[in-house]
């Protein structure tokens, strides 16, 4: 593997959270750091040696092999457009963009050049969640007759939280499910190895209103603010989404996403219903599977290389017993997508590229849709 030079811009949370996990990686130097506000303070914090207020200047200077784009949506389309052009590989946190128009554009460039680029769905990288697809793959569940679950947050519970999320100029038109729901439908078809064709979508948004700081703070921050440091503005985005689901596989499904829901502080489940078992992950346990049965016990499948399917077992760090979660799920989704730019081969892909980022994209425009119109829409890609 060679050694890569990347530039991450954005170092908002997630940006910081990239960061930690390339270093883990070994083979990546992360040589600067790109953020309209206080750039220098946030690569001396993070121990970059540089930094840009200017993504553009960032990347002519350093000539990175690799960015990581970790801003609001609507600024992914001509950030990683510029660094294409400049033959620069991308990783996008999701979604993808806005808009189908960009995403597609956005794939289109990527396959037409031959970089290999990728999304963050990093879910997928959970070694249960591996385990899960595998067992599917070898017959272990049979056919899949139903799944469903859920992806609830409280971090906007209070018409006080506030995010630049909330600005449908800056986050889309969908909030709650562009955010959360896509990791939770992208894990689901990645898993099932079925594609969705049809959608039927509620939401709701609670707090028609919320208190906008007059003031930036940071997401997740928990920063406290006085009445007069805020103002009242009206909200279009979506608190909450259930969805259902249709399959190409003939699976039915069904999930709620809530950001709105107290004391789940960002809490995953699925659960698969098959012919010969059923399966149930959750991200507050996510190192153990349940495996549920009709005619004897049912069992409580452990985190552990040992007794794990191969594929599960490349992405398993640490011996069984010691537990992995979040962040290890970006240090293996990163380490999948360099290697791929390292070989220039993605023949054996697990993680999310650009087509899939535009597939998301086409779901949820979908599931607005169906919101709005309070019918079944299907999906046409």
Partial sequence: MKRFRSCIVGMGFIGAVHIEALRRLGCVDVVAIADEINAQ?????????????????????EKPDVIHICTPN???????????????????????TTNIQ?????????HEHGLICGVNFNFRYNPQIMQMKEMIQNGDVGNIYTVHGSYLQDWLYL???YSWRLEPDQSGESRAFADIGSHWIDLVENVMGQRVVEVM????????TRKKPLKA???????SLRPEDYEEVPINTEDYATVLFHFDGGSHGCCNISQVFAGRKNQTIVAIGGSKCSLRWDSESGNELWVGRRETYNQSIVKDSSILYPETKSIISYPGGHMEGFPDTFKQNFKAIYKAVNDCDTSKRSFANFEDGLHEMVLCESIVRSA?????IKIVE
């Avoid at 690569?43 to 840009?52: G, L, M």
């Avoid at 703070?217 to 920063?223: K, R």
Wanted: with cysteine; aromatic share 14%.
């Fill in 102 to 110: 960009h995403a597609r554009i956005m794939r289109d460039y990527a």
């Fill in 372 to 376: 709005h119109e309070k019918r079944w």
């Fill in 159 to 161: 018409d006080t939280d």
């Fill in 41 to 61: 303070e946030k690569a001396k914090v993070n121990f970059v040696p540089k930094a840009y207020s200017d993504y553009r200047e960032m990347i002519n200077q």
């Fill in 201 to 208: 979508a509620d939401f709701e948004t609670f707090h028609k």
């Fill in 217 to 223: 703070i940071e997401t997740y921050s928990g920063m």
């Fill in 74 to 96: 609507s600024t992914h389309f001509p950030i990683a457009m510029y660094a294409m052009e400049h033959g620069v590989s991308v990783i996008c946190e999701k979604p993808l």
